[in-house]
């Protein structure tokens, strides 16, 4: 009988990826308010206090990236067209942790968000980057791109499916 295979890509939820990420964000937060762990490097470089922005940023930006590979995935497979490579779904992965990153940070990080949200704070430039540096990484590197192979029945169209020759 005549199968021909083809390869499929899958985007899951990375369990372990994703606890230590969740585990680091955590440890993070708690390290930043610790007695002496600010202010030792300088300013752009000082990540702890930036910890808050990475946390929020790094949960926001995996969801990102697992929400457009998931629907990228599976268009292609519904759609019966091409796939894509993964690297071009890591790429478009990318791209929605990024979407998410600046939407998020904009809102929070920029004088036009405080404002249109009516929240009290100030505006860090380096909060917005570190958020959404962050939230583009987070989003193409941790969800799972597995690729796996389809065995697909197709028929012999010079074969007599009612005396079985050929």
């Excluded at 752009?44 to 457009?68: C, E, K, R, T, W």
């Excluded at 939230?135 to 029945?153: I, S």
Aim: glycine share 12%; net charge negative; aromatic share 8%.
């Amino acid at each position: 009988m005549p199968y021909v295979e083809q390869l499929s890509n899958k985007v899951s939820h990375a369990s372990i990826k994703y606890g230590v990420l969740a585990m680091s964000c955590i440890a993070l937060l708690i390290a930043k308010d610790g007695d002496g762990a600010r202010d030792i490097l300088p300013e752009p470089f000082d990540v702890f206090d930036h910890a808050g922005n990475i946390n929020g940023s790094a949960q926001l930006g995996y969801a990102g990236g697992l929400i457009v590979g998931k629907l990228v995935t599976d268009r292609a497979s519904r759609g019966g067209e091409r796939e894509d490579s993964r690297l071009s779904i890591r790429a478009k992965m990318a791209l929605g942790g990024l979407s998410v990153g600046l939407l998020v940070n904009g809102l929070v990080e920029t004088k036009f968000g405080t404002k249109l949200m009516h929240w009290e704070s100030t505006p860090d430039p380096i909060d917005f980057a570190y958020g959404v540096i962050t939230a583009t990484a987070v989003g193409a590197l941790l969800p799972n791109v597995e690729q796996e192979a389809v065995r697909e029945y197709v028929p012999n169209q010079d074969q007599d499916f009612d005396t079985g020759e050929w």
